[in-house]
T-cell receptor, first 113, second 115 residues
């Protein structure tokens, strides 16, 4: 059963701690993405990766970091430098020649207090 | 810069009535346009796309969208709404001349279908 998994579904952290969100896909997709969703703001792109060992900043990369050591994995670290980290985080993937048709994971809701 | 706008935060429709969710875009060149749907606490699901060809595109769950170049619009429609259509809908656009694998999402429209 192919798809994208994100874990955990809910995550709670204290301010000042780094936290890593997991994203795994078994769709054999080349490209992967991280978005942040806030109420009334739609989705904003944090980072994306078109191939293994390569990634680019999106529109709101400050305070975040990623790695792409394996095709199926694209973890996102929310660092203490991110000013307002509480949000719903969505991971997505796409076939290399159809980047507009993205498949999304179920999301991780991060709450930082 | 490319952008997409969804002018309505919420749309309310009675079950069985036709529904329209509006979207307008601003893109240089020919746009690639998409609709996604999000159910509560879930990721987005791809509904349909327009890249080229027929201005009326059909997608999943009986939805369709009409591309109108003169009005720069890509409204989502369904002839007869179901309660199960209640969800958050996102319009999105990609600039075909962009070298990056990026799409820009609108702010979303919450569709509420009453029985």
């Amino acid at each position: 059963d192919g798809g994208i998994t994100q874990s955990p579904k809910y995550l709670f952290r204290k301010e000042g701690q780094n936290v890593t969100l997991s994203c795994e896909q078994n769709l054999n997709h080349d490209a992967m993405y991280w978005y942040r969703q806030d109420p009334g703001q739609g989705l904003r792109l944090i980072y994306y990766s078109q191939i293994v060992n390569d990634f680019q900043k999106g529109d709101i990369a400050e305070g975040y970091s990623v790695s792409r050591e394996k095709k199926e994995s694209f973890p996102l670290t929310v660092t203490s430098a991110q000013k307002n980290p509480t949000a719903f985080y969505l991971c997505a993937s796409s076939i290399g020649d159809r980047p507009y048709e993205q498949y999304f994971g179920p999301g991780t809701r991060l709450t930082v207090t | 810069a490319q952008s997409v706008a969804q002018p309505e935060d919420q749309v309310n429709v009675a079950e069985g009535n036709p529904l329209t969710v509006k979207c307008t875009y601003s893109v240089s060149g020919n746009p690639y346009l998409f609709w996604y749907v999000q159910y509560p606490n879930r990721g987005l699901q791809f509904l349909l796309k327009y890249i080229t060809g027929d201005n009326l595109v059909k997608g999943s769950y009986g939805f369709e969208a009409e591309f109108n170049k003169s009005q720069t619009s890509f409204h989502l429609k369904k002839p007869s709404a179901l309660v199960s259509d209640s969800a958050l809908y996102f319009c999105a656009v990609r600039d075909p001349y962009s070298s990056a694998s990026k799409i820009i999402f609108g702010s979303g429209t919450r569709l509420s279908i009453r029985p």
